[in-house]
């Protein structure tokens, strides 16, 4: 495997031999502890090298240049903290300088070591810093400068350093190593005849901040789970030193689109939930200015997305890949990474490239990764392992027209861990450069090319510790750098590893940070209600976007350590899309009353969205059909529905009875497909059935009553008519006892029993129907002439019209107009 890329024959390392010589002695201390009684400085002196215990903790800050050429000076400078309960006198910081590196796994081993014995002795001289007195737990600051040529660095190559402390304690006096800390210094004064090609992979991700939810104005205002994008984004945090340090070194950028989408969101105006509303949000100039200066960083560069939202293919392969219609989501994000990035950033990403996480895979990985489109999927060397002496080459094929990009396991992992302190950051530095340097140096004549693709999520301090490390190489003595798409064509290695790993290799610890199965089941339930919502609506484009980003984002890697939030983020989506649903609902209704053998039956649907809905069917079913039928003959009736945004549309129905009693219905809503859409609303109706002869006998009784309020009509208005026509020579005027006059003894008769006209002074027919008038009063009769005007019967009409006209109707005063009137009964004048 790639771990014996070292040098062959080169027997091992003095770590091991020390280790070996250390065992020994271990053996042989019971043996001779009674003769070692009386020696006691040599004895501490034996223990302390035995147990390789450090008294005196050592922190290199700085050490420079990293990659020193002749005529440099090395500087390096730290604090060493006396961490017994004692103070050190005497104390003298050194530097020592090992002999050559033998190889990349000599420096593993180099790396790993902690004990204070077996390094060579100090160069001495000059080169050293003197603490006379070194309290408990006070850090001491120290600088040593050495001329490079001191250094005693013969061949090119890797060389351990180690800065150490020595002094006398309490319970030893004398001077003997407490404490040590060693690091690496590559040496190549001149540049190799064959550089290796240096890919490193620029990841830009970010975890999810966008919600499903927009709001209900036109320009569709988004809203964010939380603004801590905005800390990432602004200066000195994650992102912004990410694309500052990326500007200014050769990388390959590797960017899941839904970052530069929701930092595109925040550009306008958007919302923040808060508890259970939401704030507006206020970092947009923070956005603006951190995609334009990305964008002024990729304009040169090449560009690599991702499928959108980075979906945990491993998680898909081994936990969704059972679940129907999970893989389908791999294509779209694909199609959405590269809309997204050209319309953002004004470049042509490459989208064929897959990157599970960590880089590590197995045979479901890998059709997973290519079944959205990839050909090329980024994997890792402690994944797809070679047995060879050197690092080959980083693409090979994997077969299906599939292409390998295998990222070496220790230059990726240089810079995990805590880099915030400037100690840690400089030992990874120093080793990142050593292990690229080793690279090189296993076959100087065979030009190869590595590829870097460090974790997803760098924290700035690790952004800054590696792009410390891609500086140092800026002069280019062992490497050059390419991107990722060239490293991607490069001819392979003809013995380099070309079969994909089973999936019991797959490491457990990963496997057990997936996505669960519950995961993917979650999400095709919430598509599916999706689509049905989706196929209703007039303008789907206002929520296509919104909810098929969040199906995304709910299967992406940044989940991964975070199932409760992931759960959250689902639930969250989930409800939103069904709040959404139940805009478009049924109004419930209240029992009904059928009275006869027919009546309409009314249901009213609503719709509260900001949009027509469409494509839906209601559907009305009598649960008796024996009892009430609907629409003729039927047990179900439908009606299609088209409702425009924010209006209530009320569908009817024809319910005919059979037979008395209570009737069970239910109307559902369903799309054109015939699939349900929301709640059933039920409701009762209550027949209540009339036979022919109830019918017949109502309606006898209905026309006597209209007859009689007939003849009482006709009978009030002749009466006012003779009284309109008639003067008081004529004995028709006002008097006591006038038989159709107003005083205590007048009369109303029925008049005209003879079939004669009853007409006004005028000769108008005045017995054309007039309304009825106000309750206790009689009807106003109004008659109009031949030129449009009205002529109102009463006194003035009187004073108009000559007496004693030859056609004035002789009253009628037979027997039933002798009685009086009734009380208040007046003329309307």
Excluded: C
Excluded at 628 to 641: C, M, N, S, Y
Excluded at 807 to 815: A, L, Q, R, V
Aim: glycine share 10%; charged share 20%.
């Amino acid at each position: 495997m790639a771990e014996a890329a070292d040098f062959q024959g080169t027997g091992h390392s003095p770590a091991r031999r020390w280790l070996r010589r250390t065992a020994s002695l271990l053996a042989g201390v019971p043996l001779v502890a009674g003769l070692l009684a009386g020696t006691a400085a040599p004895a501490a002196q034996a223990a302390t090298q035995a147990t390789g215990g450090q008294t005196v903790r050592v922190a290199l800050d700085t050490l420079a240049p990293s990659a020193p050429v002749k005529g440099d000076t090395l500087t390096i400078s730290g604090t060493v903290t006396n961490e017994g309960k004692s103070p050190v006198t005497g104390a003298q910081v050194d530097l020592r300088v090992g002999p050559r590196m033998a190889g990349r796994t000599a420096i593993d081993d180099a790396a790993a070591r902690s004990g204070v014995s077996g390094d060579v002795a100090p160069i001495g001289g000059p080169y050293k810093v003197v603490i006379p007195r070194l309290p408990a737990g006070i850090p001491q600051d120290f600088a040593l400068s050495v001329p490079v040529s001191k250094l005693g660095l013969d061949e090119d190559g890797v060389y351990q350093l180690g800065v150490s402390v020595t002094g006398k304690t309490s319970s030893a006096q004398y001077d003997h190593v407490l404490g040590i800390q060693r690091t690496f210094l590559p040496w190549q004064p001149d540049g190799t005849d064959k550089k290796t090609q240096l890919t490193v992979a620029w990841p830009l991700i970010s975890a999810t901040h966008l919600s499903a939810e927009t709001g209900r104005d036109d320009q569709q205002t988004p809203v964010f789970e939380n603004d801590d994008l905005a800390e990432e984004l602004a200066s000195g945090g994650r992102l912004e030193q990410m694309v500052s340090l990326g500007s200014q070194l050769p990388v390959t950028w590797v960017i899941d689109p839904d970052l530069i989408a929701t930092a595109d969101a925040m550009t306008r105006n958007y919302r923040v939930r808060s508890g259970d509303t939401t704030v507006p949000g206020r970092n947009q100039a923070v956005a603006v200015k951190w995609l334009d200066s990305l964008e002024k960083a990729v304009k040169d560069s090449k560009v690599v997305a991702l499928p959108f939202a980075d979906p945990d293919l491993a998680s898909l392969a081994h936990r969704g890949k059972s679940v129907s219609g999970a893989l389908s989501h791999l294509q779209p994000a694909t199609d959405v990474a590269d809309d997204t990035v050209e319309t953002i950033l004004h470049v042509k990403p490459s989208v064929d490239f897959a990157w599970p996480v960590d880089g590590a895979i197995d045979p479901s990985i890998v059709d997973v990764a290519t079944s959205a489109g990839a050909d090329k999927v980024i994997t890792r060397s402690d994944s797809l392992q070679d047995n060879l002496s050197y690092t080959p080459n980083a693409a090979r094929p994997i077969g299906g027209g599939t292409t390998a990009v295998v990222s070496d396991y220790r230059l990726s992992t240089a810079f995990q861990g805590d880099m915030s302190a400037s100690s840690s950051s400089t030992l990874a530095v120093q080793k990142f450069l050593a292990q690229s340097l080793a690279v090189t140096l296993q076959e100087p004549g065979n030009e190869r090319n590595i590829v870097v693709a460090p974790q997803r999520t760098l924290t700035a301090a690790q952004a800054q510790s590696m792009a410390r490390a891609l500086r140092a190489l800026e002069p280019e003595r062992w490497t050059e750098p390419t991107d990722l798409v060239a490293a991607a064509a490069v001819g392979p290695d003809e013995d380099a590893t070309t079969k994909v790993p089973s999936a019991a290799r797959y490491p457990k610890k990963l496997r057990a940070q997936e996505l669960p199965t519950r995961t993917f089941l979650d999400i095709k339930n919430t598509q599916d209600r999706f689509d049905k919502f989706q196929a209703i609506l007039t303008a789907p484009d206002r929520v296509a976007a919104p909810f098929g980003n969040a199906i995304s984002r709910a299967m992406s890697t940044s989940w991964r350590g975070d199932p409760g939030g992931a759960e959250q983020y689902r639930d969250t989506v989930d409800t939103y899309l069904q709040s959404l649903t139940d805009e478009v609902r049924l109004i419930p209704k209240s029992v009904l009353t059928l009275s006869g053998r027919s009546a309409t039956i009314p249901v009213t649907v609503q719709n509260q969205l900001l949009q027509g809905v469409q494509n839906l069917v209601l559907r009305l079913k009598s649960d008796n059909p024996t009892r009430l039928k609907l629409d003729g003959d039927l047990a179900v009736a439908e009606r299609p529905i088209k409702i425009d945004g924010g209006h209530s549309q009320s569908v009817k129905f024809t319910g005919a009875g059979n037979a008395n009693g209570p009737v069970q219905v239910t109307a559902q809503l369903y799309t054109v497909d015939g699939k349900l859409y929301g709640d059933p609303m039920t409701f009762q109706v209550k027949v209540s059935e009339i036979t022919p002869t109830v019918m017949l006998v109502i309606a006898g009784g209905v026309l006597l009553l209209v007859l009689a309020g007939v003849k009482m009509y006709s009978q009030r208005k002749r009466a006012v008519a003779r009284k309109a026509g008639a003067g008081p020579a004529d004995g028709y005027g006002v008097g006591e006892s006038g038989g159709d006059g107003e005083g205590p003894q007048g009369g109303n008769g029925d008049g005209d029993r003879d079939g004669r006209d009853d007409r006004s002074a005028t000769g108008q027919d005045t017995t054309g129907p007039v309304p009825p008038g106000p309750s206790g009063s009689a009807a106003r009769d109004t008659t109009g002439d031949t030129h449009g005007t009205k002529n109102t019967a009463g006194p003035k009409a009187v004073e108009d019209t000559e007496p004693g006209q030859p056609s004035d109707p002789t009253p009628d005063t037979g027997p039933e107009s002798a009685d009086a009137s009734g009380a208040g009964e007046k003329v309307d004048r």
